[in-house]
C-alpha cells in the first residue's frame, strides 16, 4: 500500500476524484466547488476532469439541497458542500426533515444516498457568526449518520464510505484542520461510519475526544509524558455514538474527560458523561469531567479568544488532578493559541 504526507484538504480532495472515477451517478454541488481552489482545495481542478458532474449552483442553500436531496431519490449520488455551518442551516429542512426522514416514512426500501459536506468551527479572526459548532444539533437529528474527521486518514475514508452508504450522511469537517498533514493511502479505502477508535492506549484514565479537541488531546499527551497511562478514543461519529467502545474503555480506566470545542450546554460530552453515570457495570473513581468551552458567543476579540477554547495545558493539567498529580506549568505561544495545525500527526 503506497502512503504519503497530504493535508486534510487533499485528503478530501483525493476521495472525491477516486470515488467520481468509479462511480458515475457521483455528482459535487455547491457554492465555489468549480474554482481553480474550489471548496478550499477540496475540489481544486475537478471541474475540468467532470465537467458535466462538478455543478456550480446559486447562492440558494434550501433549493440546491433540495435539489440534490431529490436527485439522490432517484438514482445519483449528489456530494453537497456548504462552506460553513451557518449557510447549512439555510437548507435545515432539507436535511432533517426531507433526506432525513424518507425512507422512514415509506416504510424502507427508499434510500436517499446524499452526502452533505459542511465545514464547522473556529478559524481565529471570524468572530461569532462563521465559527460555531453547532455539533448536538447534528448529533440530535434521527435518520441522519453525522461524522467528524479529526484526520486526513480519516477525511478520506469516511468520505469514500458516505457516499457508498444508502443512507444520508453528514460529514462535518472542522476547519481548524484543513492544513494538518498525515501519512495517508494513495488506495482508495473506506472507514466505517459508526465505529470510533482507541487511537491511544493507557490504563489510567479514558479520553473522548472528536475533530480539533482530539488533536488538542494528541498534543496533550505529549505533555504529560509516558507516566500516565490515557485511552485515547477518537469518537468519529456522533450519529450513532459508539457507546460500546467508550464502555469498555471506562470499564478499564475508571476515569473519564470528555473534550468538545463549542460550548457545554448540551454537548456531545455531557450526553456521553450522563449515559457513563447510568450503567452501573462501571465503577468510576472519580467525577467525570467535561471540558469545553464557555456558554458565550465566540469571541472576535484576540485576547478573549486565548481563554475560550480548550487548550493542551487545560486537557493535560485536568488529566493529572484526576490522578492526583503535580500540574503542569507551561506558556502558550501565539501561535500555539491562534494558528491551525499544520505538522505531521501520526
Not at 73 to 87: A, D, K, M
Not at 141 to 157: D, E, Q, R, W, Y
Not at 194 to 209: L, P, R, S
Amino acid at each position: 500500500m503506497s502512503n504519503r504526507i497530504i493535508t486534510y484538504t487533499e485528503a478530501i480532495k483525493e476521495a472525491t476524484d477516486q470515488i467520481m472515477d468509479v462511480d458515475h451517478n457521483v455528482v459535487v454541488m455547491g457554492l465555489e466547488v468549480s474554482y481553480k481552489n474550489g471548496a478550499d482545495g477540496t475540489t481544486a481542478g475537478l471541474k475540468k476532469k467532470y465537467p458535466h458532474r462538478i455543478i456550480e449552483t446559486p447562492q440558494s442553500e434550501n433549493a440546491v439541497t433540495g435539489m440534490a436531496v431529490g436527485a439522490a431519490i432517484t438514482g445519483l449520488h449528489p456530494i453537497v458542500h456548504h462552506g460553513r455551518v451557518e449557510f447549512a442551516l439555510f437548507a435545515a429542512d432539507q436535511i432533517f426533515t426531507q433526506a432525513a426522514k424518507w425512507n422512514y416514512m415509506f416504510g424502507g426500501g427508499h434510500p436517499v444516498p446524499v452526502v452533505f459536506r459542511i465545514n464547522i468551527g473556529r478559524q481565529w479572526g471570524q468572530g461569532p457568526q462563521h465559527t460555531q459548532a453547532l455539533y448536538s444539533l447534528f448529533g440530535n437529528a434521527l435518520g441522519i449518520k453525522v461524522v467528524i474527521p479529526s484526520t486526513p486518514s480519516m477525511a478520506k475514508g469516511l468520505l469514500i464510505s458516505a457516499v457508498r452508504d444508502k443512507n444520508p450522511v453528514v460529514i462535518l469537517e472542522p476547519r481548524w484542520l484543513f492544513s494538518l498533514k498525515q501519512n495517508v493511502s494513495i488506495e482508495s479505502y473506506d472507514k466505517p461510519l459508526d465505529k470510533a477508535v482507541v487511537v491511544n492506549e493507557g490504563a489510567d484514565v479514558t479520553i473522548v475526544a472528536y475533530g480539533d479537541g482530539l488533536i488538542a488531546a494528541h498534543e496533550a499527551l505529549e505533555l504529560i509524558g509516558d507516566d500516565v497511562g490515557v485511552d485515547l478514543i477518537d469518537l468519529v461519529s456522533i450519529n450513532p455514538i459508539d457507546y460500546e467502545t467508550v464502555y469498555k474503555s471506562v470499564k478499564k480506566t475508571g476515569r473519564i474527560i470528555t473534550i468538545d470545542t463549542t460550548n457545554h450546554a448540551f454537548s456531545v460530552g455531557s450526553d456521553i458523561i450522563s449515559n457513563v453515570a447510568q450503567q452501573k457495570l462501571l465503577h468510576l473513581k472519580n467525577i467525570p469531567i467535561s471540558i469545553s468551552c464557555p456558554d458565550v458567543p465566540v469571541p472576535t476579540s484576540t485576547i478573549l479568544t486565548e481563554s475560550y477554547y480548550p487548550t493542551k495545558v487545560d486537557i493535560a493539567n485536568t488529566v493529572l488532578r484526576q490522578l492526583g498529580k503535580p500540574t503542569i506549568k507551561h506558556d502558550l505561544t501565539f501561535e500555539e493559541i491562534h494558528t491551525s495545525p499544520n505538522y505531521i500527526i501520526k
